[in-house]
């Protein structure tokens, strides 16, 4: 099976981290592609720079599933255009969060997301809360930037460790879910370092694929991920109108 992994920013560096995750879980048969976002923000923290970096993922998805893709994950933490990815697409298509939250609930009752900024708490807190894990997952900010993690002079590293270790003592947590793609490269290390399970929503979104590929499902056809209808689209967005998307 080929599984589309798209990084939704436009910074290459962080599409490798991601890919490397992918690559590390994948079965022997899974071809991994992973691609980096043509258009949008080099980062996506808050609302604003997500809604700018979905026209974007939804062309590499068009393009992805055209090619013959049996599976789509939109690499970032905020579940970036899910619902409309999904609309678009028949192949199944992940939210790495979705698959983080899944993935840990089958492994403890009481977990702790760390996330970047604090800007980005609210919106996941709104996605646990639609996951139906309020009850059990708290939402946690180190304060720092998300390109600051591919930065070794900077200290986004130890502000996360010291964020987990907050989230254990004061949270009770008995799991971690690391609440940025760009976290991916750090998931041995930061289990070793807390003995706790570590979960990144990479690792755990590629999994899932492979599940409902090897399950022969699709995305339902029904009610809220129907095929969009097609309409004329105006302007900038004229590219974007679902007969334009079918013919990439």
Same mark, same amino acid.
């Given at each position: 099976m080929r599984i589309l992994v798209i990084n939704p920013n436009t910074?290459? /560096?962080m599409t490798a981290t991601i890919a490397d995750a992918a690559h590390r879980v994948a079965n022997p048969g899974t071809e991994i592609v992973a691609v980096t976002s043509s258009m949008g923000p080099v980062s996506i923290e808050g609302y604003y720079d997500e809604a700018f970096a979905v026209p974007g993922l939804l062309v590499e998805i068009a393009r992805a599933e055209k090619a013959g893709a049996s599976a789509a994950i939109i690499a970032c933490f905020d579940d970036t255009g899910l619902d409309a990815a999904r609309a678009l697409a028949h192949m199944p298509v992940i939210g790495?969060? =979705? %698959? %983080?939250?899944a993935a840990t609930s089958f492994i403890a009752q009481?977990?702790?997301i760390?996330?970047? $900024? =604090?800007? /980005?708490?609210?919106?996941?807190?709104?996605?646990?809360?639609?996951?139906?894990?309020?009850?059990?997952a708290k939402v946690r900010a180190a304060d720092i930037p998300v390109l600051s993690l591919e930065d070794p002079q900077s200290n986004a590293r130890d502000r996360l460790r010291n964020e987990i270790a907050v989230a254990l003592r004061e949270d009770k947590a008995e799991a971690i879910v690391l609440g940025c793609a760009g976290m991916a490269d750090l998931t041995a290390e930061l289990r070793r370092e807390f003995g706790v399970p570590?979960?990144?929503?990479v690792a755990a979104a590629v999994k899932q694929a492979e599940a409902l590929v090897a399950l022969g499902l699709s995305t339902a056809k029904r009610g809220a991920y129907a095929s969009p209808i097609n309409k004329t689209y105006t302007g900038a967005l004229e590219a974007f109108a679902?007969?334009? $998307?079918?013919r990439l």
């Open positions: 910074t290459r /560096s790495i969060c =979705e %698959a %983080a939250l009481r977990f702790s760390v996330t970047t $900024m =604090e800007r /980005s708490r609210l919106p996941l807190e709104h996605l646990v809360h639609r996951y139906g894990m309020s009850g059990r570590v979960i990144d929503g679902p007969a334009a $998307m079918v």
